[in-house]
């Protein structure tokens, strides 16, 4: 990649789906802080993980997503490795319990990889498929035929490559729900009484690579069998307070820094929803605008107010549309290869001026491919 926009700023609007834009001030005090943490006289990579210096970071961390997703008493937060994709079998591998299959709703490539791997561990069920309509929408709650002995029900709430997104969290009675929310996470309130379990890795909405954040209700953390490999229990990680080994430490300092400018600058996530509203409000309303131009993918009810995708008339269009889009310093615009079309990742650190700058692309390249 080459881009060099013309007013000199060497930051683009990066559109990627993720690892995804951080907020600009984040950088910057991770940047003035990298060789020497105020008071510590070391970068924070260079510190014990059991130093006073970063286990006030990683209390700051915990708290700020306690705080600013209102989590109840009960349940506790884990910061741990190997990404969404350690999950799907960290799930599956300490609450599948008894006979109980595990239920998935499949609505798009990620909750059909969750399921896949779930399957090799158990039995597992797709209590809903949207695969034979291009997974294209989500399901009404009142579709949902869930059994009442099932270990869990897992759901995405939202699907990162085909861009649909939950409005609401399906209903799974006192079945308890688990939640992929990698590339939701902390974009807007939700009420976490309702779930048993949820996971995001940090590198779409949250922070860099490296870690995972895990919201578990605390009589779930019972399911850990003492037979599990000690770094595949839940039950370890928390008594152990995500410090069971190295944590990666300088991924949980910028997940701090993230909630902290959710905190200060973007008025918590009531204010950063009302914002993701807006943006991608801005995108949909063009599609909507142009349907005999741009198709958008999901279903209007469905859409996901983080990643915006639709297709042009042709797949030349669509190279053409890229490659122009990344000479005007918007990148990464072109949809998951498994997909193709277009895909705008526009999460929480996607400043609504970048919106603005691809809405406007997309009406002058529309006014020039008819
Ligand atoms: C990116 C993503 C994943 C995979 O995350 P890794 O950290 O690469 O394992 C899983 N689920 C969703 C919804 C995602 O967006």
Same mark, same amino acid.
């Given at each position: 990649?080459?881009?060099?926009?013309?007013?000199?700023?060497?930051?683009?609007?990066?559109?990627?789906? =993720?690892?995804?834009?951080?907020?600009?001030?984040?950088?910057?005090? +991770?940047?003035?802080?990298?060789?020497?943490?105020? *008071?510590?006289? +070391?970068?924070?990579?260079?510190? !014990?993980?059991?130093?006073?210096?970063?286990?006030?970071?990683?209390?700051?961390?915990?708290?700020?997503?306690?705080?600013?997703?209102?989590?109840?008493?009960?349940?506790?937060?884990?910061?741990?490795?190997?990404?969404?994709?350690? @999950?799907?079998?960290?799930?599956?591998?300490?609450?599948?319990?008894?006979?109980?299959? &595990?239920?998935?709703?499949?609505? *798009?490539?990620?909750?059909?990889?969750?399921?896949?791997?779930?399957?090799?561990?158990?039995?597992?069920?797709?209590?809903?498929?949207?695969?034979?309509? =291009?997974?294209?929408?989500?399901?009404?709650?009142?579709?949902?035929?869930?059994?009442?002995?099932? &270990?869990?029900?897992?759901?995405?709430?939202?699907?990162?490559?085909?861009?649909?997104?939950?409005?609401?969290?399906?209903?799974?009675?006192?079945?308890? #729900?688990?939640?992929?929310?990698?590339?939701?996470?902390?974009?807007?309130?939700?009420?976490? !009484?309702?779930?048993?379990?949820?996971?995001?890795?940090? @590198?779409?909405?949250?922070?860099? +690579?490296?870690?995972?954040?895990?919201?578990?209700?605390?009589?779930?953390?019972?399911?850990?069998?003492?037979?599990?490999?000690?770094? #595949?229990?839940?039950?370890?990680?928390?008594?152990?307070?995500?410090?069971?080994?190295?944590?990666?430490?300088?991924?949980?300092?910028?997940?701090?820094?993230?909630?902290?400018?959710?905190?200060?600058?973007?008025?918590?996530?009531?204010?950063? /929803?009302?914002?993701?509203?807006?943006?991608?409000?801005?995108?949909?309303?063009?599609?909507?605008?142009?349907?005999?131009?741009?198709?958008?993918?999901?279903?209007?009810?469905?859409?996901?107010?983080?990643?915006?995708?639709?297709?042009?008339? &042709?797949?030349?269009?669509?190279?053409?549309?890229?490659?122009?889009?990344?000479?005007?310093?918007?990148?990464?615009? /072109? =949809?998951?290869?498994?997909?193709?079309?277009?895909?705008?990742?526009?999460?929480?650190?996607?400043?609504?001026?970048?919106?603005?700058?691809?809405?406007?692309?997309?009406?002058?390249?529309?006014?020039?491919?008819?």
């Amino acid at each position: 990649m080459n881009v060099t926009p013309a007013d000199g700023n060497p930051r683009v609007y990066n559109f990627s789906s =993720g690892p995804a834009a951080l907020p600009l001030p984040v950088l910057e005090q +991770a940047r003035d802080e990298l060789l020497s943490l105020p *008071g510590c006289g +070391a970068s924070v990579m260079e510190i !014990s993980h059991r130093s006073d210096t970063f286990l006030r970071i990683i209390e700051s961390a915990r708290n700020r997503i306690r705080h600013l997703l209102e989590i109840p008493d009960g349940y506790t937060v884990l910061f741990l490795q190997g990404g969404a994709r350690l @999950q799907f079998s960290m799930v599956p591998m300490n609450l599948m319990h008894g006979e109980g299959r &595990s239920e998935f709703i499949v609505t *798009g490539h990620w909750s059909k990889a969750a399921m896949h791997e779930a399957g090799t561990l158990g039995p597992v069920h797709a209590v809903w498929d949207g695969e034979e309509d =291009g997974f294209n929408q989500l399901p009404e709650t009142g579709q949902l035929s869930l059994d009442p002995s099932a &270990s869990y029900v897992h759901f995405t709430s939202n699907e990162t490559i085909q861009g649909l997104q939950y409005r609401q969290e399906p209903d799974s009675g006192d079945i308890p #729900l688990v939640c992929d929310a990698s590339s939701d996470f902390l974009s807007r309130p939700i009420d976490v !009484s309702r779930y048993g379990l949820i996971f995001a890795c940090a @590198q779409k909405n949250a922070g860099p +690579a490296g870690v995972t954040v895990v919201v578990i209700r605390d009589d779930l953390l019972e399911r850990s069998s003492g037979s599990l490999p000690a770094y #595949l229990s839940y039950q370890v990680h928390a008594t152990h307070n995500s410090s069971f080994n190295t944590p990666p430490t300088f991924a949980i300092y910028l997940l701090d820094l993230v909630c902290k400018w959710l905190e200060d600058e973007m008025g918590g996530l009531g204010g950063m /929803a009302k914002i993701n509203q807006e943006k991608a409000g801005l995108l949909y309303e063009l599609l909507d605008n142009n349907e005999d131009f741009y198709l958008a993918h999901a279903r209007t009810v469905d859409r996901s107010l983080m990643n915006v995708t639709f297709r042009l008339p &042709s797949e030349t269009l669509e190279k053409d549309f890229v490659e122009q889009a990344e000479k005007n310093g918007l990148t990464n615009l /072109a =949809g998951h290869r498994s997909v193709g079309g277009i895909r705008a990742s526009i999460y929480n650190a996607m400043p609504t001026s970048g919106v603005e700058a691809l809405r406007d692309f997309m009406e002058q390249f529309r006014g020039g491919g008819r």
